[in-house]
């Protein structure tokens, strides 16, 4: 069966630390991984990783894919209370359906 | 750009009736979209792909009776919750993806409906 576990599930940090959201999937068919941003409304694009080894960045956050391991990494630096919210990771798997599957999110609280 | 609407935001009907949301593309065009649901704490399950001009794709142990999706136009996908029930009361959102040759375009997600079935 297909899935995708996020770790951890909920983590409280202060303003400034930095955090590391991780990601690890048993997906047939992979064929990219995608990080997105929950608020109180739907999911915000953030990243979406294809290939093993390359950084993906924007601004203080980044995310890397491990195509041999299976998982994948979200690093925040310098939190902001801002960030506060649920990073869900998908993976986009099949052929032409172009589906994802979720992982459960972990939820990030960011005290100032 | 990639752009999702969804509409309405928020619903609080009676046990029986039928809710219809909207989702609509407002920058690109979109063969296929997706719905989803979301329950409290937990993450989101994909419900139906919606295809332009032809029948919508659901997953398994979702009743397409139940949960209709129309597809009309390349910007327009609607979903209709038909007598509604208690158990119904979720978080629906839907989500459209840019197409492309390759497949590099992630899927942008609606605001989501909140729907309450009293």
């Known amino acids: 069966e297909d899935k995708v576990v996020q770790s951890p599930l909920s983590l409280v940090v202060h303003e400034g630390d930095t955090v590391t959201l991780n990601c690890s999937y048993e997906?047939?068919?992979?064929?990219?991984l995608l990080w997105y941003k929950q608020e109180k409304k739907a999911p915000t694009f953030l990243f979406m990783l294809t290939s093993s080894g390359i950084e993906k960045k924007s601004g203080r956050l980044s995310s890397i894919l491990d195509k041999k391991e299976l998982f994948s990494i979200l690093n925040i630096t310098a939190t902001q209370t801002g960030d506060s919210a649920v990073y869900l990771c998908?993976?986009?798997?099949?052929?032409?359906?172009?589906?994802?599957?979720f992982g459960t999110g972990t939820l990030l609280a960011v005290q100032p | 750009g990639a752009v999702v609407s969804q509409h309405p935001s928020r619903v609080i009907c009676k046990s029986g009736t039928s809710v219809k949301i909207e989702c609509r593309s407002l920058d690109f065009q979109a063969t296929t979209m997706f719905w989803y649901r979301q329950f409290p704490k937990k993450s989101l399950m994909l419900m139906a792909t919606s295809n332009e001009g032809s029948k919508a794709t659901y997953e398994q142990g979702v009743e397409k009776d139940k949960f209709l999706i129309n597809h009309a136009s390349l910007t327009l996908s609607t979903l209709t919750v038909t007598s509604a029930h208690p158990e119904d009361s979720s978080f629906y959102i839907c989500?459209?993806?840019?197409?492309?040759?390759?497949?590099?375009?992630?899927?942008?997600f609606g605001d989501g409906t909140r729907l309450s079935i009293l």
């Open positions: 989500s459209a993806r840019k197409e492309d040759r390759v497949g590099n375009q992630p899927q942008h």
């Open positions: 998908a993976v986009l798997y099949g052929g032409a359906t172009n589906k994802l599957i």
């Open positions: 997906v047939t068919n992979f064929r990219s």
